[in-house]
């Protein structure tokens, strides 16, 4: 049964079945044991607490008692834990590198429906333990713990405050020139305990909160990336003409924007925004930026425009943070809505992507659809997805049919035709591709979309 609960980058299912406190007693006790024996078989960073491992939650009626057992599985290895209560996602990230402890354990199911729940892990400074990088061996030690309960070892518990030093932390990122008003949907998340808590009281910045209570369920699914759930937003943006509006997921570390129109911002065009303005500043001058490569053109001519350099990566938490280490890449950011800083421990932030597109609106006197419009470049079809059984075989015949184009295989098919390209990759899970499209014109994309269409099939409208 507990298998079924471990997924390609954290652990995630609906509760009480098959995601319940025993299933999480195991996984605190065998993430502890795990991180025990890597940290044995030599470390590669040194870490100042080697027996600390730090665990937080979202607002979720089951988080409590779900991070509750967590915590007994951790201690019943001999670790301690440092219980942060209720926080963002991001707040880990941050509190992992200030202890600088072994690891951490967010309780959370994200975007995900109200009945589920789950655990993102990381190890020390953060870096993602997904199925490559440890999490196939936490599964393994889950799965060979028999009945859970007193080992005869018992770490200690202890509960911190940590929303002084994260709040510095975040602000470091915000600098406002003059007054900005911007209306914040919190989804019922954590949103409406961490923009508060984190930029309550800031000068020239004016909030207007909706959907910040935290009822333990949401008025609308805590995923922004579906425009479908933007509508309070944007009818509280119709009514009070703010700056800009934005839309946290349901653990806020992702973040959507919309200009003072109500047109929702494509987080690769927010991207090339944000890569212009870190790589302006004289000590990140030349830096890489780094960006999925799902994302617009427009991103790598905009860093190269700016004197740095492009790095295009896979799809997925883990390549980006790794990449930004490797390349000390200042910034990085996904289609996804996750945004990566060099000065946030390589790590994603919905709480710093706020401050960063804040303080650059800040620094000009033009609404923010007209500091967009350099980057609606290239016309784009967003992600589409075909229902397809033999993925590989499609892919053949993909690479087949655009061989005189530039190819590559870095995560599906990339297809670079000149003035027009594609990439279509397999969902994990399904038997689907999911292809993107960008052309030089709404009529060329239109035209090579009814040609991919004729390898691919017609779109397929599932959830």
């Known amino acids: 049964m507990i298998e079924k609960i471990f997924k390609a980058y954290d652990v995630r299912a609906t509760y009480p079945t098959p995601l319940n406190e025993e299933?999480?007693?195991?996984v605190g006790h065998a993430t502890a044991q795990f991180l025990i024996r890597s940290r044995q078989q030599g470390a590669s960073v040194a870490v100042k607490d080697e027996n600390t491992i730090v665990v937080g939650r979202d607002?979720?009626?089951?988080?409590?008692?779900?991070?509750?057992?967590?915590?007994?599985?951790?201690?019943?290895?001999?670790m301690n834990v440092v219980d942060v209560g209720m926080v963002d996602t991001s707040f880990i990230y941050f509190a992992i590198n200030h202890l600088d402890c072994v690891g951490g354990v967010m309780t959370t199911a994200s975007h995900n429906p109200i009945e589920y729940?789950?655990?993102k892990i990381s190890g020390p400074k953060a870096k993602p333990i997904g199925a490559a990088s440890g999490l196939d061996d936490i599964k393994r030690i889950a799965m060979q713990l028999g009945k859970i309960g007193a080992t005869g070892q018992q770490g200690k518990l202890t509960e911190q405050d940590l929303w002084k030093p994260y709040?510095?932390?975040?602000?470091?990122?915000?600098?406002?020139k003059r007054k900005i008003r911007i209306v914040v949907d919190g989804s019922n998340g954590m949103a409406g305990k961490m923009v508060p808590a984190v930029f309550g009281g800031v000068e020239n910045l004016e909030i207007i909160p909706i959907l910040f209570e935290i009822t333990g369920s949401f008025t609308h699914d805590p995923n922004p990336l579906v425009e479908a759930n933007l509508a309070a937003l944007?009818?509280?943006?119709a009514e009070i003409k703010p700056d800009l509006g934005a839309c946290f997921d349901g653990d806020a570390d992702r973040c959507i924007f919309l200009d003072e129109t109500g047109k929702s911002l494509g987080c690769d065009l927010l991207t090339a925004l944000l890569a212009k303005d870190f790589l302006a500043r004289p000590e990140n001058k030349g830096s890489t930026v780094v960006y999925d490569l799902r994302s617009s053109h427009v991103v790598a001519d905009t860093v190269k425009a700016f004197g740095g350099i492009p790095r295009r990566d896979r799809v997925g938490h883990a390549f980006i943070k790794k990449t930004l280490a490797e390349t000390r890449a200042v910034f990085g950011g996904e289609l996804s809505g996750?945004?990566?800083?060099?000065?946030?421990?390589?790590?994603?932030?919905g709480a710093i992507a706020f401050a960063c597109l804040l303080t650059v609106l800040s620094g000009q006197e033009k609404p923010l659809s007209e500091l967009m419009t350099p980057y609606y470049k290239y016309s784009q079809s967003g992600e589409i997805n075909f229902q397809v059984e033999d993925k590989d075989g499609k892919i053949r015949e993909l690479a087949d049919k655009y061989k005189t184009g530039d190819v590559d295989y870095?995560?599906?098919?990339?297809?670079?035709?000149?003035?027009?390209?594609?990439?279509?990759?397999k969902s994990n899970t399904e038997p689907l591709l999911r292809l993107n499209l960008e052309a030089s014109s709404p009529t060329q994309l239109s035209e090579k979309l009814n040609e991919l269409q004729g390898v691919l099939g017609e779109p397929h409208h599932g959830h």
């Open 23 to 26: 299933a999480a007693w195991k």
């Open 59 to 78: 607002m979720r009626p089951h988080s409590p008692s779900l991070a509750t057992a967590l915590c007994d599985g951790i201690r019943s290895t001999g």
């Open 117 to 119: 729940n789950g655990f």
């Open 167 to 176: 709040r510095e932390h975040v602000l470091q990122f915000l600098n406002l």
């Open 234 to 237: 944007k009818a509280k943006m």
């Open 338 to 349: 996750h945004f990566y800083f060099r000065d946030n421990f390589n790590a994603d932030s």
């Open 410 to 425: 870095l995560d599906g098919i990339t297809c670079d035709m000149g003035d027009w390209w594609f990439n279509v990759r």
